[in-house]
């Protein structure tokens, strides 16, 4: 059972480590620093590998900085473009940082 899943496009990212943060809604904003999250692709739930959450924090939409859009390998404008793809008309974000602790 896998507690997190990705889009599978973002899964290479992860492994790699190039991707050390993710933006979700509040109904994922429960998890805790230092919990080991095993994670899996959202499309087919297939555990990929296992994260250590650093921290999890509130952050806007309109807070989001080039840092963010950084830890995610993505360009800002990329980062906001895909974030209302994902959770269209949402203001309030949860940036979850961790770290890559195993791989599948
Ligand atoms: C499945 C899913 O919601 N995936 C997400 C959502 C936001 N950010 C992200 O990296 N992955």
């Known amino acids: 059972m896998n507690d997190i899943t990705f889009f599978q496009r973002f899964e290479s990212d992860i492994v ?3 991707k050390t943060i993710t933006l979700r809604d509040a109904s ?3 998890f805790t620093p230092g919990q080991q999250l095993r994670v899996g692709r959202y499309e087919d739930d297939v555990y990929f590998c296992t994260i250590e959450v650093i921290s999890v924090a509130p952050v806007a939409l ?3 900085t080039d840092e963010h859009a950084r830890q995610e390998n993505m360009t800002l404008p990329q980062l906001k473009e895909v974030i209302g793809e994902i959770y269209p008309g949402l203001i309030e974000l949860y940036a979850i940082v961790f770290k890559r602790v195993a791989t599948a």
């Open 16 to 18: 790699a480590g190039r």
């Open 62 to 64: 309109d807070q989001l």
């Open 28 to 30: 994922e904003s429960h």
